[in-house]
């Protein structure tokens, strides 16, 4: 079993900055996919950004540019720094982890104001 713990979301302005991490804990394969989603309010759950065990990432083109994720180097922690942010930025953001298996934590509320 994998655990997943997130921290750092919070109410910002828009054009501010806010880093969100997550720490994973438990039987965690050495190849695996971490990565951020969202969900806003009536909408789906959205892949935000990803990125590998191996350092490849991915992430949506609404924020590319603006969003950046990162592994930390125990390589069971992942990073989403968030600048620019704008109000369609807000939701609930999810930290995923795959491999094998797919987790997920328990979600950070980000809301960015107008």
């Known amino acids: 079993q994998v655990h997943l713990v997130e921290s750092g979301g919070g109410l910002v302005q828009a054009g501010g900055s806010l880093r969100l991490s997550c720490v994973a804990s438990?039987?965690?394969?050495?190849?695996?996919?971490m990565g951020w989603y969202r969900q806003a309010p009536g909408k789906q759950r959205e892949l935000v950004a990803a990125v590998t065990s191996g350092g490849i990432t991915n992430y949506a083109d609404s924020v590319k540019g603006r969003f950046a994720i990162s592994r930390g180097n125990a390589k069971n922690t992942v990073y989403l720094q968030m600048n620019n942010l704008k109000p369609e930025d807000t939701g609930v953001y999810y930290c995923?982890?795959?491999?094998?298996?797919?987790?997920w934590g328990q979600g950070t509320q980000v809301t960015v104001s107008s």
């Open positions: 995923n982890l795959v491999g094998p298996g797919s987790f």
């Open positions: 438990g039987a965690i394969f050495s190849i695996n996919v």
